[in-house]
């Protein structure tokens, strides 16, 4: 009373397999599981529902305009300094602290042109440097006559 097996011809084979493919097929989700959801919960609805995979409809600049500049933007947080309430010596270490100051400095050491505002506020800021120093004493008057009268020796030397 042992059952034997019949063999399958060719035909029922390719039967029962593609019978087994079609339900493995047909397991898991549908395609676009995510997209149809959303759409079945906003039918007939006022309610708009975001989308977590949009971004920001924002507009990006493409063009980097002079405007834009991170020069520009530290220039205008740059602190004023109030000469009347500090001291000689807080004014001259807030001036040689001060971040625009250095940022202008390293343009003009890795020779990048500057704007005209730009060096005007240079030129100011080193001014008033100068000038503290002059008032505490910092710089020597020596110094200063040396340079002016190798200066006057170099005018001569060009003249002939």
Not at 96 to 108: F, H, R, T
Not at 119 to 147: A, F, H, P, S
Request: proline share 3%.
């Amino acid at each position: 009373m042992i059952k034997k097996k019949t063999k399958l011809s060719r035909a029922e084979i390719n039967e029962q397999s593609r019978l087994l493919k079609r339900k493995k097929k047909h397991k898991g989700l549908p395609s676009g599981s995510r997209i149809n959801q959303t759409n079945q919960s906003t039918t007939k609805t006022t309610q708009t529902v975001s989308d977590s995979r949009i971004g920001s409809k924002k507009p990006i600049p493409l063009i980097v305009t002079e405007t834009t500049s991170s020069i520009t933007k530290t220039h205008s947080n740059a602190k004023t300094i109030d000469v009347k309430k500090l001291s000689p010596e807080k004014e001259l270490q807030e001036l040689e602290n001060n971040p625009y100051l250095e940022q202008l400095l390293d343009m003009v050491e890795d020779d990048l042109q500057l704007s005209i505002q730009q060096q005007q506020d240079l030129n100011t800021m080193l001014d008033r440097i100068d000038e503290l120093m002059q008032q505490l004493g910092y710089v020597d008057d020596e110094l200063i006559e040396e340079t002016e009268m190798q200066e006057d020796i170099m005018s001569l030397l060009k003249r002939r």
